[in-house]
């Protein structure tokens, strides 16, 4: 079998919702749009975890938070977890990132090869939640609603800085692979920070929604004291009392998003155009690490199961996938048992602990029935939460909380809880049987409790004294670029060149 090259191309917050077949008609995304017409497209793709460092661990493992311990933006991805980067590498491939992925701990590579780029988030455990203090807001780290009321326009911001960074080095990796000095399969996973908070936009993009018939959410702000108790958690750990919040400030907000999509697009549009110059062939894979609920039901952000938070685009171009719209409920989490099968490499000796299964019967016409499990322990919550998508329903549930059963065939905006309807007494009876044999609920709070605890010891110890940081530094070799003497130049012109001259 021949190995394909493999593209990952990895966003960030991006709302599933807004990609019902491929790009919504009215974004403006041209490349996305070409890119869906030639991919099997996932209608309902979900995310493991919806915050970025676990959704990211469990898509690298193939592993839900309970199972690989990234519970939050600061719990270590322990070493000994094998994600798709090392099953690729150890079959011979060459791995790469460029961009984000959230690593926290020492290990700042998790199978990639080479890295080209720092991370934008800090890798230490410094943005640890405590389970021990409900309630408590860390105002240093957590989410608030100034990114809404301060949306609008900017040419440079931290994040367009980093992800203009993530696109130029992926651009110029893909240049050095078509010169042909590796001959190994590749893989190259580029990981942009947008269109993630704060909603800031370069006008260029601004411009294109000017007259956009979106800016306001379909549902309108719930008031707080008939929202569920986890969305009040959200509304207080995102410090709502302090800000108010105008309709002109969602538009904005909104607006901007919007636009961020559309650099998105362009920077996946350069992305793509070096690898058709270039003539090499690649599956190409898109996703996102999970949604934004951009004000539907006065909610913004994620931390929560409902649709724009949860859901995901997903989307993979491959001669071994028939192109088309798939409606079946997948996860973010099998992405690294699809990359493999694709690759034709052999996961049977983690599989007992991987939770993912491979989409690549959907793309050949099969079917699936297993349902799509999520889970959140972070900021937010004060026990975990965990979430069962099957068939038309989704059945969510905490110790803290009232049981949640929505049917998003009837009810796609999740406005009519059926946990304590008698007509559904057996749905919810069968999916909470399904939830217990799946989770030991009590378990998995202690063991967020104990991993919590630790790390704040351990943070607030290696803050004592000197401190040496776990961030990624990207090493750049200036005596082995460009010309220099222990290179032959006619061999260094010819060998950089591609095509190569005749």
């Known amino acids: 079998m021949t190995k394909p090259n493999i593209l990952i191309i990895m966003v960030d917050q991006l709302n599933g919702t807004l990609f019902p077949d491929g790009p919504a008609d009215w974004l403006h995304a041209p490349n996305l749009k070409a890119l869906a017409a030639r991919s099997t497209r996932f209608a309902n793709a979900y995310t493991a975890s919806p915050l970025c460092a676990p959704a990211r661990a469990a898509f690298m493992s193939g592993q839900l938070p309970s199972r690989n311990g990234v519970y939050d933006n600061a719990a270590e991805f ?239 171009a491959s001669p071994d996938m028939a192109p088309g719209l798939h409606k079946t409920p997948v996860s973010s989490i099998d992405v690294t048992p699809t990359l493999c099968d694709l690759a034709g490499v052999d996961m049977s000796e983690v599989m007992p602990w991987t939770s993912g299964e491979s989409l690549v019967p959907l793309g050949q016409g099969g079917t699936r029935t297993s349902p799509v499990a999520m889970e959140y322990a972070a900021e937010a919550s004060q026990a975990p939460l965990v979430s069962l998508r099957s068939g038309p329903w989704k059945y969510n549930r905490c110790t803290l909380d009232p049981d949640q059963l929505f049917n998003l065939d009837s009810d796609p905006h999740e406005l009519t809880n059926l946990a304590s309807d008698p007509a559904h007494h057996e749905t919810l009876a069968d999916l909470r049987a399904q939830a217990d044999a799946r989770w030991d609920l009590a378990r998995f709070d202690a063991d967020v409790r104990q991993s919590q605890a630790c790390r704040w010891v351990v943070y607030e110890a290696l803050r004592n004294g000197d401190y040496y940081p776990w961030d990624y530094q990207p090493l750049q070799k200036a005596s082995e670029r460009y010309m220099r003497n222990h290179m032959d130049l006619n061999v260094l012109e010819e060998n950089q060149r591609f095509p190569r001259g005749e």
């Not at 700042?108 to 230490?124: C, K, N, S, V, W």
């Not at 809404?148 to 980093?162: D, L, R």
């Not at 690649?282 to 934004?292: C, K, P, Q, R, W």
């Open 78 to 316: 322990t070493s000994s977890i094998p994600t798709y980067a090392h099953h690729l590498r150890r079959a011979g491939y060459q791995t790469c990132l460029s961009g984000k992925m959230h690593f926290v701990g020492p290990d700042q590579m998790h199978g990639f090869e080479e890295r080209l780029t720092t991370d934008i988030y800090p890798a230490d455990f410094g943005w640890t939640p405590d389970y021990r203090k409900p309630g408590e807001r860390i105002d240093w780290w957590y989410h608030n609603m100034g990114s809404v009321t301060g949306a609008g326009v900017a040419e440079i911001t931290n994040q367009m800085e980093y992800d203009d960074e993530v696109a130029y080095h992926a651009t110029r990796k893909i240049y050095g692979l078509a010169r042909g000095a590796d001959a190994r399969p590749w893989c190259l996973t580029v990981s942009f920070t947008h269109p993630h908070d704060p909603y800031v936009a370069r006008k260029k993009y601004w411009d294109l929604y000017e007259d956009c018939d979106h800016l306001m959410p379909q549902i309108g702000p719930i008031p707080y004291a008939d929202q569920d108790p986890h969305s009040q958690r959200i509304m207080d750990a995102n410090d709502r009392d302090k800000f108010t919040i105008s309709d002109d400030d969602i538009r904005r907000s909104r607006r901007a998003y919007f636009a961020n999509i559309s650099y998105l697009d362009d920077k996946i549009g350069e992305i793509l155009q070096v690898l058709e110059d270039t003539r090499q062939e690649a599956t190409i894979l898109f996703v996102s690490d999970h949604g934004d609920m951009l004000g539907e039901r006065g909610l913004w952000f994620k931390m929560c199961f409902f649709e724009g938070s949860a859901r995901v685009p997903l989307m993979i």
